[in-house]
C-alpha cells in the first residue's frame, strides 16, 4: 500500500548521505568552484535531450512562522540559508513563487492558520513547503498530501527542499539527527540566517523536553531533551554581538531542563554567557518549568540580579489544583510553584513573573478552577497567557472526559476578567528608569523599550534611539506598557559593539544585499552561475 509522503521523487534522504558535505561546508567550499564537463553517454540521433528547464535559487520565497520563539528562530535559520543560496526573501506573499510555512501545534487555532494557508497558497498556484511542529508529528495528515516537509531537525537542508519543490517535486525530511546514537539538539547554531529584528538574537539552547504532559502535541514534534553544548551557544551570543544585536532572547520547551542530558544545568551556561554581554545589552531568559528552577533557586536569584539579565522568568503553572496538575501530568504541586514565586520576588525585588493559565481540562470542576482563580488574586501576574483548553489529536488529555465547551469559554472569560481588573504598572508613574529601545510599536506611533524587568516602555519614535539604552521619566501606565519621557541631557548609550545588520541581511554573510534587492557578487551568483553551467554542460 503506498504511504501518504509517496511522489515523483524518491525521499531526499536517500539522495543525502551523512557523508556528504553539509550545506555550510558547501557554501565555502563552492567558493573556489572550477566547473569540469560531465560524462554523458551520446544519445541516439535524433533523440531530444531531456534537462529541466527550472533553475532553482532564481526564485523568491515567503517565509511565515506561527509559534513561540523557538519557532521564530528555526524561521529566521530558514530565511537566511535561502538568501546565502541566492533565493530572494520577500515580505510580499503575492510577489511570492514558494511559500514556506511553518507551524504550531499548540493549539487548534494556529494549526488552523496554517493549514488555511495551504489552502490560500495552492489556489494562488504557489508552491509550498511546510515546516515546524504539525507536520513533523502528523505528516500523514490529509492536507500535507503530496506537500514538501522540513522536519524540526532538518532546518539545515532547507535549501535542497526548496530547490525541489521549485522543480515540481515533493520530498520529506523528517529523521532524527544522532551522533554516535545520542539525539543531537537539532541544526547547528552557526547556519546564516535573517533576523526579524536584528537587534534581538534568538538563541535555542535546547530543544524537546524531559516533561510529557498529557495535552501536549509539541513534545510528538520536538521529542526528548536534547541540549546544544555551552561552548556553541557561547560562540553563538559572541558572534551576534559582533553583528551588533543588543539583546538576546534564550528559548526553548524547557530552559530549565537545559543540560540534564549532557552532565550540566542552567546556571553553568548563564554564567558563560553573561561574559560575553557587553555594557548596556541584555539577556532574556525564557520559559522554564517550576520542577528544574526549584533545584537552582540560589543561583538564579544571583543571576536574575546581574545587571545586564533582564529580572524576568516565565514560569507556567496551568492549574492552582494539584489534582488537575497530576492528570496533567506536570510533575509538581501548587505549592512548588508558589515556593518558586516567594523565593524570586524576595530576594529580587521588582521581579517580573509571567504564567500561562489552561481554563478547562479536563476533569477540572469549579472548586479546581477557583483555586486558580485566588492564585491570580494574590499574585496579580502582570503577564498572564489564559488558554482555553483545545484537545489536541493524539495526545492522551483528548481522550478523556471533556469539560463542555460552554463552560471552558466561561471559565476563560472569568479569569480574563480578573486579569484586566488590576493595573500592574501605575505605582510606576514618576519614576525615572533606563530602558533599552528595541523595535516599533505595534501601531508604529512609538518605539518599545524594555526597563531592567523586562516591563514594556513606549518612547518617542526618534531614529536615534533605536537599539540605545536612554534614561526616561515614567508619565503614563496602561495595562501592558508604560510610557516614558526621555530626561533631558541624559547619556544616550550605545550597547551594541559593532554596526547592526540591516533588515533582511543575513547573519554571518554580511555580503548578502538586502529583501528584494540586487545581490552583489556573492555566493549566492556563485551558486547560480554553478547551475546556469552545469545545465550548458549538460546539454553539449
Same mark, same amino acid.
Given at each position: 500500500?503506498?504511504?501518504?509522503?509517496?511522489?515523483?521523487?524518491?525521499?531526499?534522504?536517500?539522495?543525502?548521505?551523512?557523508?556528504?558535505?553539509?550545506?555550510?561546508?558547501?557554501?565555502?567550499?563552492?567558493?573556489?568552484?572550477?566547473?569540469?564537463?560531465?560524462?554523458?553517454?551520446?544519445?541516439?540521433?535524433?533523440?531530444?535531450?531531456?534537462?529541466?528547464?527550472?533553475?532553482?535559487?532564481?526564485?523568491?520565497?515567503?517565509?511565515?512562522?506561527?509559534?513561540?520563539?523557538?519557532?521564530?528562530?528555526?524561521?529566521?535559520?530558514?530565511?537566511?540559508?535561502?538568501?546565502?543560496?541566492?533565493?530572494?526573501?520577500?515580505?510580499?506573499?503575492?510577489?511570492?513563487?514558494?511559500?514556506?510555512?511553518?507551524?504550531?501545534?499548540?493549539?487548534?487555532?494556529?494549526?488552523?492558520?496554517?493549514?488555511?494557508?495551504?489552502?490560500?497558497?495552492?489556489?494562488?498556484?504557489?508552491?509550498?513547503?511546510?515546516?515546524?511542529?504539525?507536520?513533523?508529528?502528523?505528516?500523514?495528515?490529509?492536507?500535507?498530501?503530496?506537500?514538501?516537509?522540513?522536519?524540526?531537525?532538518?532546518?539545515?537542508?532547507?535549501?535542497?527542499?526548496?530547490?525541489?519543490?521549485?522543480?515540481?517535486?515533493?520530498?520529506?525530511?523528517?529523521?532524527?539527527?544522532?551522533?554516535?546514537?545520542?539525539?543531537?539538539?537539532?541544526?547547528?547554531?552557526?547556519?546564516?540566517?535573517?533576523?526579524?529584528?536584528?537587534?534581538?538574537?534568538?538563541?535555542?539552547?535546547?530543544?524537546?523536553?524531559?516533561?510529557?504532559?498529557?495535552?501536549?502535541?509539541?513534545?510528538?514534534?520536538?521529542?526528548?531533551?536534547?541540549?546544544?553544548?555551552?561552548?556553541?551557544?557561547?560562540?553563538?551570543?559572541?558572534?551576534?554581538?559582533?553583528?551588533?544585536?543588543?539583546?538576546?532572547?534564550?528559548?526553548?520547551?524547557?530552559?530549565?531542563?537545559?543540560?540534564?542530558?549532557?552532565?550540566?544545568?542552567?546556571?553553568?551556561?548563564?554564567?558563560?554567557?553573561?561574559?560575553?554581554?557587553?555594557?548596556?545589552?541584555?539577556?532574556?531568559?525564557?520559559?522554564?518549568?517550576?520542577?528544574?528552577?526549584?533545584?537552582?533557586?540560589?543561583?538564579?536569584?544571583?543571576?536574575?540580579?546581574?545587571?545586564?539579565?533582564?529580572?524576568?522568568?516565565?514560569?507556567?503553572?496551568?492549574?492552582?489544583?494539584?489534582?488537575?496538575?497530576?492528570?496533567?501530568?506536570?510533575?509538581?504541586?501548587?505549592?512548588? %510553584?508558589?515556593?518558586?514565586?516567594?523565593?524570586?520576588?524576595?530576594?529580587?525585588?521588582?521581579?517580573?513573573?509571567?504564567?500561562?493559565?489552561?481554563?478547562? &481540562?479536563?476533569?477540572?470542576?469549579?472548586?479546581?478552577?477557583?483555586?486558580?482563580?485566588?492564585?491570580?488574586?494574590?499574585?496579580? &501576574?502582570?503577564?498572564?497567557?489564559?488558554?482555553? &483548553?483545545?484537545?489536541?489529536?493524539?495526545?492522551?488529555?483528548?481522550?478523556?472526559?471533556?469539560?463542555?465547551?460552554?463552560?471552558?469559554?466561561?471559565?476563560?472569560?472569568?479569569?480574563?476578567?480578573? %486579569?484586566?481588573?488590576?493595573?500592574?504598572?501605575?505605582?510606576?508613574?514618576?519614576?525615572?528608569?533606563?530602558?533599552?529601545?528595541?523595535?516599533?510599536?505595534?501601531?508604529?506611533?512609538?518605539?518599545?523599550?524594555?526597563?531592567? %524587568?523586562?516591563?514594556?516602555?513606549?518612547?518617542?519614535?526618534?531614529?536615534? %534611539?533605536?537599539?540605545?539604552?536612554?534614561?526616561?521619566?515614567?508619565?503614563?501606565?496602561?495595562?501592558?506598557?508604560?510610557?516614558?519621557?526621555?530626561?533631558?541631557?541624559?547619556?544616550?548609550?550605545?550597547?551594541?559593539?559593532?554596526?547592526?545588520?540591516?533588515?533582511?541581511?543575513?547573519?554571518?554573510?554580511?555580503?548578502?544585499?538586502?529583501?528584494?534587492?540586487?545581490?552583489?557578487?556573492?555566493?549566492?551568483?556563485?551558486?547560480?552561475?554553478?547551475?546556469?553551467?552545469?545545465?550548458?554542460?549538460?546539454?553539449?
Amino acid at each position: 500500500m503506498p504511504a501518504a509522503c509517496d511522489s515523483l521523487l524518491d525521499d531526499i534522504e536517500d539522495m543525502v548521505t551523512s557523508h556528504d558535505p553539509t550545506p555550510h561546508e558547501r557554501q565555502f567550499a563552492r567558493r573556489s568552484i572550477v566547473p569540469r564537463p560531465r560524462k554523458h553517454q551520446l544519445q541516439p540521433a535524433g533523440e531530444e535531450l531531456q534537462t529541466d528547464s527550472v533553475i532553482p535559487g532564481t526564485q523568491k520565497v515567503w517565509v511565515r512562522t506561527w509559534g513561540c520563539s523557538h519557532n521564530s528562530s528555526d524561521g529566521e535559520y530558514m530565511a537566511g540559508q535561502l538568501a546565502a543560496s541566492g533565493y530572494k526573501i520577500t515580505e510580499n506573499p503575492s510577489d511570492a513563487d514558494l511559500w514556506l510555512l511553518n507551524s504550531c501545534t499548540v493549539k487548534n487555532p494556529a494549526e488552523d492558520h496554517f493549514r488555511n494557508s495551504i489552502k490560500k497558497a495552492q489556489e494562488q498556484n504557489k508552491k509550498v513547503v511546510v515546516a515546524g511542529c504539525v507536520p513533523q508529528a502528523q505528516p500523514r495528515t490529509d492536507y500535507l498530501k503530496d506537500l514538501s516537509i522540513i522536519g524540526v531537525q532538518q532546518i539545515d537542508r532547507v535549501v535542497e527542499v526548496v530547490d525541489e519543490a521549485i522543480k515540481g517535486h515533493s520530498v520529506r525530511l523528517l529523521g532524527q539527527k544522532k551522533e554516535k546514537g545520542k539525539r543531537l539538539g537539532g541544526a547547528r547554531l552557526d547556519l546564516p540566517k535573517i533576523r526579524k529584528n536584528p537587534l534581538i538574537e534568538i538563541i535555542s539552547v535546547n530543544t524537546g523536553c524531559l516533561n510529557a504532559c498529557t495535552y501536549c502535541k509539541t513534545k510528538h514534534a520536538r521529542g526528548d531533551l536534547a541540549s546544544y553544548p555551552i561552548e556553541e551557544l557561547v560562540e553563538r551570543a559572541r558572534q551576534s554581538f559582533q553583528e551588533g544585536i543588543c539583546e538576546i532572547w534564550l528559548t526553548s520547551e524547557d530552559t530549565g531542563a537545559y543540560g540534564r542530558d549532557i552532565g550540566t544545568d542552567l546556571p553553568s551556561l548563564l554564567w558563560e554567557l553573561v561574559k560575553e554581554i557587553p555594557e548596556g545589552a541584555m539577556l532574556r531568559l525564557g520559559m522554564t518549568n517550576p520542577p528544574y528552577i526549584l533545584e537552582h533557586l540560589e543561583e538564579m536569584v544571583r543571576i536574575l540580579q546581574h545587571p545586564r539579565v533582564y529580572g524576568f522568568l516565565h514560569v507556567p503553572v496551568q492549574s492552582a489544583s494539584d489534582s488537575v496538575l497530576m492528570d496533567m501530568k506536570r510533575e509538581y504541586c501548587c505549592a512548588d %510553584f508558589r515556593r518558586v514565586i516567594d523565593f524570586l520576588q524576595e530576594r529580587v525585588p521588582g521581579i517580573t513573573i509571567a504564567t500561562d493559565i489552561i481554563c478547562g &481540562f479536563p476533569g477540572e470542576t469549579e472548586e479546581d478552577f477557583e483555586q486558580t482563580m485566588e492564585l491570580v488574586r494574590q499574585y496579580r &501576574f502582570p503577564s498572564l497567557f489564559i488558554n482555553q &483548553f483545545y484537545p489536541r489529536p493524539g495526545t492522551p488529555a483528548a481522550k478523556m472526559e471533556q469539560v463542555p465547551a460552554h463552560v471552558k469559554k466561561q471559565r476563560t472569560k472569568e479569569l480574563s476578567a480578573l %486579569f484586566h481588573s488590576y493595573k500592574p504598572y501605575d505605582h510606576k508613574i514618576g519614576e525615572r528608569q533606563r530602558v533599552l529601545v528595541t523595535e516599533d510599536s505595534f501601531d508604529s506611533q512609538y518605539y518599545v523599550a524594555h526597563n531592567k %524587568f523586562y516591563e514594556q516602555v513606549l518612547v518617542p519614535k526618534k531614529p536615534e %534611539f533605536k537599539g540605545k539604552m536612554i534614561e526616561v521619566d515614567i508619565y503614563e501606565a496602561g495595562k501592558h506598557y508604560m510610557k516614558g519621557r526621555p530626561v533631558e541631557d541624559a547619556r544616550v548609550f550605545t550597547p551594541s559593539i559593532a554596526q547592526p545588520l540591516q533588515k533582511g541581511q543575513v547573519s554571518g554573510l554580511p555580503q548578502v544585499s538586502l529583501l528584494d534587492q540586487s545581490f552583489t557578487h556573492t555566493y549566492a551568483e556563485l551558486r547560480q552561475l554553478e547551475l546556469v553551467l552545469g545545465l550548458l554542460i549538460f546539454s553539449l
